[in-house]
């Protein structure tokens, strides 16, 4: 069976410093995507950074990359330079290829100023 | 529309009660999908349309619960016999394909009340 970990119920992060959310995954595939998204108050989802299984290189979008550690099944994300509009809710989340995708139970990001 | 829109955005309703709840996703996606989550968990998955047909239902927590995409592009997420426990925001998503490496993109959501 999948499984998607967080660990993290909340993190806070000083303005402009870096923040790691893990997150570590379980399935018996050698084919998966991981994602990770984001949910402000307003509670909509949305989408940041994708990693396959496959993939060579660890994936990075702007500010956002993403630690992949396949061994150990790992897919952190770390936010660079953290903005006080990175409060959120995140999200990791799994796919086999399948139809659905599963989520983890979320961690709460806290930006101070 | 440029994004997925989910209607109403709030809807509250008495235990018993038959309710309805929209999704109207982007143009072009074929893959729509439904989701629940409870206050303080992350999103459940409920259903999955491939174009009309609903590809994988194994969410669908009973039978009070039941979607349709007749069209292939709006859906409606039907609960019968409405409970307290089906108290929560059901998101709606759609994209190209089920494994997109793009990604999902979400409505923001109906707030369901049962009182």
């Known amino acids: 069976a999948q499984k998607i970990t967080q660990t993290q119920p909340g993190m806070f992060v000083q303005e402009k410093e870096a923040v790691t959310l893990d997150c570590t995954y379980d399935?018996?595939?050698?084919?998966?995507?991981l994602f990770w998204y984001k949910q402000p108050s307003s509670g909509e989802m949305i989408f940041l950074i994708y990693?396959?299984?496959?993939?060579?290189q660890n994936a990075t979008e702007g500010r956002y990359s993403l630690n992949f550690q396949k061994a150990r099944k790992s897919a952190n994300l770390v936010i660079s330079a953290s903005q006080l509009g990175d409060s959120a809710m995140y999200f990791c989340a799994l796919n086999t290829g399948g139809f659905k995708t599963i989520f983890g139970a979320g961690t709460r990001l806290f930006v101070k100023a | 529309g440029a994004g997925v829109s989910q209607t109403p955005s709030n809807k509250v309703t008495e235990k018993g009660k038959y309710v309805e709840l929209r999704c109207d996703p982007i143009s072009g996606h074929t893959a729509l999908y439904w989701y629940r989550q409870s206050l303080g968990q992350g999103p459940e998955f409920l259903i999955y349309f491939q174009g009309t047909g609903a590809a994988d239902d194994s969410g669908l927590p009973n039978d009070r619960f039941f979607a349709v995409r007749p069209e292939g592009s709006v859906s409606t997420l039907k609960i019968q016999r409405t409970e307290r426990g089906d108290s929560a925001v059901y998101l709606c998503?759609?994209?190209?394909?089920?494994?997109?490496?793009?990604?999902?993109?979400f409505g923001s959501g109906t707030r369901l009340t049962v009182v």
């Open positions: 990693q396959g299984s496959y993939d060579e």
């Open positions: 399935t018996s595939d050698q084919s998966y995507g």
């Open positions: 998503a759609s994209s190209l394909a089920p494994d997109s490496r793009g990604g999902y993109t």
